[in-house]
């Protein structure tokens, strides 16, 4: 399932961290993370992938959507 920006934005909303955070975490530069979540570009395929599992790494889940995109949500906390 690809990233989209709305996607991107959202998880880091949910998630509470800025662009330079999710850079920082994801290891490309902030101007592609600002460049991509307002639709100037899309990144090359291995950024888009970099920034995907950072977010997932911070805790959140990409999950499709009853007849429409895919859309995302915060990690369930498993207990034991």
């Not at 920034?51 to 790494?57: D, T």
């Given at each position: 399932?690809?990233?989209s920006a709305a996607q991107c934005r959202g998880a880091r909303g949910?998630?509470?961290?800025?662009q330079t955070?999710?850079?920082?975490?994801?290891s490309v530069s902030r101007q592609t993370i600002v460049d991509f979540e307002r639709g100037?570009?899309?990144?090359?395929?291995?950024?888009?992938t970099a920034?995907?599992?950072?977010?997932?790494?911070a805790g959140v889940e990409?999950?499709?959507q009853n007849g429409g995109g895919p859309g995302v949500r915060?990690?369930?906390e498993t207990s034991r």
């Open positions: 399932m690809e990233l949910m998630l509470g961290i800025s955070e999710l850079a920082e975490a994801a100037a570009r899309t990144p090359y395929a291995n950024n888009l920034i995907r599992k950072a977010l997932e790494a990409f999950i499709p915060l990690k369930e």
